[in-house]
């Protein structure tokens, strides 16, 4: 049957618009294409937070104020984005009243973009950290752990991300699973904290300064 077309409005019958033409199908194509524009602009935030996760690792490894000092200043055009994304949803409550599923799907992206948002203030925490650390020497094996549990933890988010945007909810479902290896890094890098201490091959502000750090790149992993 060809899609129900409504003369010069051209408003039809689709998935997205089951009621046809009129005022009540009109309101719900509205809702849908805002919803669809807001969900472009999730992807967006987060390819930014995964940039974020990457530029902030190595800003961190490499030491270098000025590359830190430029993340932070950065981490401004995330935050407005966060909050340009959270008053499009509210705008979308007061004027749609969507019911049921609807509403739970504008409500998700308003959790989502808090946790996006988060994951991205936490790596600039680890960039202030690289301040108070600046000078101080890391060794070979702690390198290499801070470099994989950032590339794990970027690994995540865009799994997560993608899982939103595909409507997976196996990849979803399997997140806390998968996240069992950056939990492992973690443990590791603990205990190469700690032995690099005993062994005085880092100083007391490095190892609370790595410790801080660490729980904070290990949080900027954990969106599921």
Same mark, same amino acid.
């Given at each position: 049957m060809s899609p129900a077309v409504s003369g010069d409005r051209n408003v039809m019958s689709t998935p997205n618009n089951p009621l046809g033409p009129g005022p009540e199908a009109d309101r719900r194509l509205v809702y849908h294409q805002e919803l669809d524009s807001v969900n472009r602009e999730i992807t967006r935030l987060g390819a930014l937070v995964c940039e974020t996760i990457q530029r902030g690792t190595e800003a961190f490894m490499k030491a270098e $104020?000025? &590359?830190?000092?430029?993340? $932070?200043?950065?981490?401004?055009?995330?935050?407005?984005?966060?909050?340009?994304?959270? /008053?499009?949803?509210?705008? $979308?409550?007061?004027?749609?009243?969507? #019911?049921? !599923?609807?509403?739970?799907?504008?409500?998700? *992206?308003?959790?989502? *973009?808090? /946790?996006?948002?988060?994951?991205?203030?936490?790596? *600039? +925490?680890?960039?202030?950290?690289?301040? %108070? #650390?600046?000078?101080?020497?890391?060794?070979?094996?702690? %390198? !290499?752990?801070?470099?994989? #549990? &950032?590339? /794990?933890?970027? =690994?995540?988010? %865009?799994?997560?991300?993608? &899982?939103?945007?595909?409507?997976?909810? +196996?990849?979803?479902?399997?997140?806390?699973?998968?996240?069992?290896?950056?939990?492992?890094? +973690? =443990?590791? #890098?603990? &205990?190469?904290i700690f032995e690099a201490h005993s062994s005085d091959e880092i100083d007391w502000l490095l190892r609370c300064s790595l410790l801080w750090s660490l729980a904070i790149t290990n949080g900027s992993g954990t969106m599921q």
């Open positions: $104020i000025s &590359s830190t000092q430029a993340l $932070i200043d950065g981490d401004d055009i995330i935050d407005q984005l966060a909050v340009e994304i959270e /008053e499009r949803c509210h705008s $979308i409550l007061v004027r749609q009243a969507p #019911m049921a !599923g609807e509403l739970r799907q504008v409500v998700t *992206v308003v959790k989502l *973009v808090a /946790e996006l948002e988060r994951s991205a203030d936490l790596m *600039v +925490n680890v960039c202030k950290a690289s301040h %108070r #650390m600046h000078g101080s020497p890391m060794t070979p094996r702690l %390198r !290499g752990l801070i470099t994989a #549990m &950032s590339k /794990e933890a970027g =690994r995540l988010m %865009r799994l997560a991300l993608d &899982s939103y945007a595909d409507k997976d909810a +196996n990849l979803a479902s399997a997140l806390a699973d998968i996240d069992d290896e950056l939990d492992q890094l +973690n =443990r590791d #890098m603990i &205990s190469a």
